[in-house]
């Protein structure tokens, strides 16, 4: 889909926005049984053109989220009347970030898992946005919202096709596109090194484990550098404790945090801004065959800690431990963010629309709630205190890896306090995605059905924003 800046609309098929207060005017309404509400739809036709009205509720609790969410909806409706070129009015008096907004909105909007379907829709070639408010500027635009298709893509394609190995050849790819500096190390390798986690949780399955590390260096005159880390488990089974039928269905999604960072690594590649990021996926088959890892076993972590496997399921944190101490030893991290689909159990907390954020420093947790309330990919702070370290502790071993507390309490402070054992002194910040990176229901705005593609919107509005 291509998109175009204008001052005048040209097509048939036009897509304008409307506050609920404007809708509703009297004494007669603007357009007849349109209420101008958060989520409202209409279509009218007057002669060969069709008008699509988008709701944006009351203008007081107006701002870009629902302005975003009105362009995914405007943007859907055209695509249903299968409509090729599409001219936007944008709401009256933007400012630059909701014009932004606005077509992200768009971008967001039009995207829908639809390569396995035979009957696909069509989507709209062009979109001309009319507006009068500040440009957007449309290559950020473009190169962020592909980062989060990229990520939604990954995260919705076969299981069976997304194994650990295709994962490290698709960052070689986007490595090369973006001249970013891109190292895989392999089972033999891992195994030598001593990654004895990530080499745990793959070893029960024919896909071999990966450790993908993409250096990019936008800011050469600093040492500053973000450090992002994503869960990639290619597929979740749980492998020994096996997941039950019910849970299963949708752990392709398991490698979320790995996607979100290898989108933001290629929109990084394309918008090379002068900061400096290494983005690193753990990626694994979390399998059962007879040489799967065992529960009640123990293994030893790069950092040298032993971990007492209570249960094969909970083997995210095992790999992300042994990324972050790789990430410590080896790239010089002045800070680091992981994101995860790490517990069921952020699900329970925040539902499926927040994302759980751990952090072991202000500053850097408010720049991401600030992040997530600006892209409306939003996050929650929980808390992890001292006393956290205490429910993960082995009588065999260091540490083990699910909690002491009764089953179904606590359960995501737990894994975020695995985490922070492996964290050396700097600032860090962990993301429970599990609950907003695969969307089961329809979809919600520029929200899609399946994989979401959370993080890439909001990481990358922090290292753009918010790193110096
Ligand atoms: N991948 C799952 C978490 C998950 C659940 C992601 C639902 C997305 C949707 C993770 O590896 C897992 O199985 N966690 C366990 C931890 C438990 C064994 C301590 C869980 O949440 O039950
Ligand atoms: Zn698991
Ligand atoms: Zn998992």
């Known amino acids: 889909m291509k998109i175009i800046l ?46 699509i009205y988008c709701g944006l509720g009351e203008k007081s609790k107006y701002s870009t989220l629902q302005i975003r969410a009105a362009a995914a909806r405007g943007i859907q409706k055209a695509i249903d009347l299968k409509r090729g070129d599409v001219s936007l009015v944008s709401p009256q008096v933007l400012s630059r970030g909701e014009a932004e907004a606005c077509l992200e909105g768009v971008l967001l909007g ?83 090194k001593g990654l004895g986690l990530i080499v745990a949780v793959g070893q029960g399955s024919p896909h071999p484990p990966r450790l993908i590390i993409m250096e990019y260096r936008g800011d ?4 500053n550098k973000t450090a992002l880390i994503g869960k990639g488990v290619t597929f979740d089974s749980g492998g020994q404790n096996l997941k039950p039928t019910g849970s299963l269905e949708t752990m392709r999604q398991d490698m979320a945090g790995g996607a979100a960072v290898l989108g933001i690594m290629q929109a990084l590649g394309t918008m090379k801004p002068k900061i400096n990021v290494v983005g690193i996926v753990p990626a694994v088959h979390n399998a059962i065959d007879g ?13 040298g800690k032993t971990v007492e496997i209570s249960s094969t399921d909970a083997e995210g944190r095992l790999i992300l431990a042994d990324a972050i101490t790789y990430c410590q030893k080896h790239c010089a991290p002045s800070r680091i963010i992981d994101l ?33 309330e600006k892209t409306g990919e939003r996050l929650w702070r929980l808390p992890l205190y ?23 309490t606590a359960g995501s402070i737990a894994g975020a306090a695995f985490l922070e054992e492996f964290v050396e002194n700097l600032p860090w910040a962990h993301l429970d995605i599990a609950g907003v990176a695969y969307n089961e229901k329809t979809a919600r705005g520029e929200v899609p059905q399946f994989g979401t593609g959370f993080g890439v919107r909001l990481l990358l509005e922090y290292l753009l924003n918010y790193t110096e």
């Not at 952090?359 to 947790?365: F, Q, R």
């Open 110 to 192: 039009a995207d829908k898992f639809t390569k396995y379907k035979s009957d696909k829709p069509k989507t709209p070639v062009l979109v001309e946005m009319v507006t009068k408010s500040p440009r957007p500027v449309l290559r950020t635009l473009q190169a962020v919202c592909d980062g989060t298709l990229a990520a939604r893509a990954l995260v919705n394609e076969n299981a069976h096709t997304i194994v650990p190995e295709y994962l490290a050849r698709y960052a070689r790819r986007i490595c090369k596109a973006g001249k970013i500096a891109c190292t895989v190390l392999d089972e033999k390798e891992l195994a030598r």
């Open 386 to 408: 001292e006393e956290h370290h205490e429910i993960i502790k082995s009588d065999s071993a260091d540490l083990c890896n699910t909690s002491k507390l009764k089953k179904g």
């Open 291 to 303: 040489t799967a890892y065992f529960p009640g076993d123990i293994y030893k972590s790069y950092n």
């Open 6 to 51: 204008s001052s005048k609309a040209h097509h048939a098929t036009i897509i304008k926005f409307m506050l609920a207060d404007e809708a509703k005017r009297s004494p007669a309404p603007a357009i007849a049984d349109f209420k101008g509400e958060k989520d409202e739809v209409a279509v009218r036709y007057n002669g060969d053109r069709t008008i």
């Open 340 to 372: 995860a689909t790490l517990t069921g159990a952020i699900l329970v907390a925040l539902g499926d629309t927040i994302a759980g954020l751990f952090c072991n420093n202000d500053e850097l947790a408010r720049a991401l709630f600030n992040a997530g």
């Open 220 to 223: 050469k005159g600093t040492k």
